[in-house]
């Protein structure tokens, strides 16, 4: 039986690449029948390096069959994963967060979680030699994904590790660094196909604050202005989001990679009270800019108190 390898729902460029990375690990070094596969639409940025780098789209799954041996990457958190996660049979975790509990696995497993700021890069340093195998469009990924969790070495994440990793595959890939993330933040930064309940679930993560359940939406762009424009439509579109996912509230941190900075949008005086408790903001209308807050891992979760 193939082992599928997953990562977390509302996919980013880590959660599409690095299934694709370590299913190609598994195939064609280890010898062992695998398939990468999502657990959701991938977002713009990803659906680029899928087209840029030539390589098919996972198919995506919404379940797993009882005993299905599987991969989890990017997470090892259940609530971002199918919810009879723990009906499969987990055989390893590749992952750069914190650990959250609640998985059960059939057996001893393996579990490698860094202080990196891409699965990505765990996953070539897991390859050692074997890294060097790797077809263009593999290392192509591999550099998506690491760009675009950094934000091309923007985001406090980022270590010296991954920078040095992707600088090395951008050389081996013959490409410039700063011309390759911006073509990938223009992907990203164009959601205008998408619904505003869309974008609030388009790269998002449940979290529970003091009993309180929140999605907390992050949308990374270099042209935030399209987006604010759309903020009436987007905080009216939370209810009914929060409602379909059995929430609480929907916050949406709009993060201008080019400024250094994130926007919240402010729809009631719940979010106005967790940004100036969470943030030491001062809110006066249905927006407050965050300067300097960029990353959701190390800035917005680990700070989000009411």
């Known amino acids: 039986m193939k082992t599928l390898v997953l990562g977390h729902k509302s996919p980013d460029t880590d959660s599409t690449g690095s299934p694709i990375l370590w299913a190609w690990y598994l195939n064609e070094v280890k010898g062992q029948p695998a398939e990468a596969v999502l657990t959701g639409e991938p977002n713009t940025e990803a659906a680029f390096m899928l087209e840029k780098w030539d390589l098919p789209k996972p198919r995506i799954i919404n379940d797993l069959d009882a005993g299905q041996p599987c991969v989890i990457v990017d997470t090892n958190n259940p609530a971002e994963l199918p919810a009879n996660i723990n009906d499969a049979d987990v055989q390893a975790i590749i992952d750069h967060h914190k650990l959250v509990g609640g998985l059960e696995t059939k057996g001893p497993i393996d579990i490698t979680i860094r202080p990196l700021a891409c699965t990505a ?27 675009s969790d950094t934000l091309e070495f923007r985001s406090p994440t980022t270590t010296p590790h991954d920078k040095a990793v992707a600088e090395r595959l951008a050389a081996e890939l013959g490409l410039d660094v700063a011309d390759y993330a911006a073509e990938m933040f223009a992907a990203k930064s164009d959601v205008s196909a998408f619904s ?52 609480d509230q929907v916050l949406l941190f709009i993060v201008d990679i080019l400024n250094e900075e994130a926007t919240l949008l402010v729809p009631n005086d719940l979010v106005k009270t967790l940004a100036e408790k969470s943030f030491g903001a001062s809110v006066t209308g249905d927006t407050v800019v965050l300067p300097g807050v960029m990353s959701r891992k190390k800035q917005i979760i680990p700070n989000l108190t009411l």
Not at 222 to 232: E, F, H, M, Q, W
């Open 121 to 147: 890069t765990i996953m070539i340093d897991l390859m050692g030699a074997d890294a060097d195998k790797m077809p263009d469009a593999i290392k192509g990924a591999a550099l998506t994904c690491i760009l």
């Open 196 to 247: 505003e309940a869309e974008l609030l679930r388009m790269d998002s993560k449940e979290y529970e604050v003091g009993g309180t359940k929140f999605r907390v939406g992050v949308l990374e762009t270099t042209a935030p202005a399209p987006i604010l424009a759309r903020k009436s439509a987007l905080m009216a579109a939370m209810d009914t989001v929060a409602a379909e996912d059995s929430l």
